[in-house]
């Protein structure tokens, strides 16, 4: 079964700082998708990224991109110069054949000023 | 553009009583409809999804159902509420199956008592 491990429950940077959040999973397919979801607080969880596994360029979102090592089945999330409006939940998600997004548990990221 | 709506925010009820949260999508047909259950510390639990009028997949046997009756809305109901029911509950759509994004509500706040 896949899974989908996010190691940092929470944590926090200053302002302006890089960030970057850990997420492994585990899959025995070859073509999938991940993604980098963000909540911020009471409001709508939105999606910040999407990498498709057959890309072997990182992508990339204004200040947000993505370490994508498939042979380690590794997925970080990078935030660069952060903003105190970054602060949120962020879950790691994969989607395999069956359509289905299997998540992380989250990791609560704070901004401080 | 598309927009989904998700009431209410906020319920308190007591065990037993019966449940209905309802979900509806504006300015697309035929989306994908899912409802979630989010527990801290614990991601996202996909509980029913749905392609189509009437169709419905379970993912969870649990003391919720879910319903479309229409093309654009989605009820999650139950007739005797549990303690253990309480929880956040997202409602989501999506475009197709293939891609993976999905569209979130703003949640729905339940407490059993």
């Known amino acids: 079964a896949q899974t989908v491990t996010q190691s940092q429950p929470e944590m926090s940077v200053q302002e302006a700082e890089t960030v970057t959040l850990s997420c492994t999973y585990d899959?025995?397919?070859?073509?999938?998708?991940l993604f980098w979801y963000k909540q911020p607080p009471s409001r709508q969880m939105i999606l910040v990224i999407r990498?498709?596994?057959?890309k072997q360029q990182n992508a990339t979102e204004n200040r947000f991109s993505v370490n994508f090592q498939k042979a380690a089945k590794s997925f970080s999330l990078k935030i660069s110069d952060s903003q105190l409006g970054d602060t949120a939940m962020y879950f790691c998600a994969f989607r395999g054949s069956n359509y289905q997004l299997i998540w992380g548990a989250g990791t609560k990221l704070i901004i401080k000023p | 553009s598309q927009t989904i709506h998700q009431w209410p925010a906020t319920l308190v009820q007591p065990v037993g009583s019966p449940l209905s949260l309802e979900c509806t999508v504006e300015g697309t047909s035929n989306p994908n409809l899912y409802w979630y259950r989010q527990a801290a510390g614990r991601g996202l639990q996909l509980l029913f999804y749905s392609v189509g009028i009437g169709q419905i997949s379970s993912e969870v046997p649990q003391n919720l159902s879910a319903s479309r009756p229409q093309d654009r809305q989605f009820i999650l109901s139950s007739k005797k509420l549990l303690l253990s029911d309480s929880g956040f509950y997202l409602c989501?759509?999506?475009?197709?199956?293939?891609?993976?994004?999905?569209?979130f509500g703003e949640g729905s706040r339940l407490t059993v008592l």
């Open positions: 990498q498709e596994a057959y």
């Open positions: 989501a759509w999506s475009w197709d199956s293939s891609v993976g994004e999905l569209f």
């Open positions: 899959t025995s397919e070859s073509n999938y998708y």
